[in-house]
């Protein structure tokens, strides 16, 4: 059974960075295309980053860019999220996504989930 865990949230200060790992079992990861995805509090689940199974990177959302960085190891069966400069407004729950097809935010497109790992950022 197809299986994806989000790893590394936490809670850290404005300014700070933390690495999100996605790890994947029980599927071909190196033939998924992983995407990243944040549901804020009392709002709606968004796009932050997609990545190919040949690490092909669509834009960022505008609110990362420059910021954020995805990334994959297909050795380790693992999705990386880099979050440097953390803000405020970037706590929400974290999830990774993986799909068959490349289709960057649009969530229906994407296979599986993971359950997500809670970043909060706050002074």
């Known amino acids: 059974q197809a299986q994806l865990v989000e790893s590394g949230g936490g809670l850290v200060q404005p300014g700070d960075s933390l690495r999100l790992s996605c790890t994947a079992s029980g599927l071909q990861f190196r033939s998924y295309a992983v995407g990243w995805f944040r549901q804020p509090p009392g709002k709606e689940r968004e796009f932050v980053a997609a990545?190919?199974?040949?690490?092909?990177?669509?834009p960022y959302t505008d609110s990362v860019k420059g910021r954020f960085t995805i990334s994959r190891e297909n050795g380790k069966n693992t999705a990386y999220l880099q979050m440097n400069s953390l803000k405020p407004e970037d706590t929400a729950v974290y999830y990774c996504?993986?799909?068959?097809?490349?289709?960057?935010?649009?969530?229906?497109?994407?296979?599986?989930w993971g359950r997500g790992t809670q970043v909060t950022v706050s002074s």
């Open positions: 990545i190919s199974w040949s690490s092909d990177v669509l």
């Open positions: 996504a993986a799909g068959e097809q490349y289709v960057g935010s649009y969530q229906p497109g994407y296979d599986y």
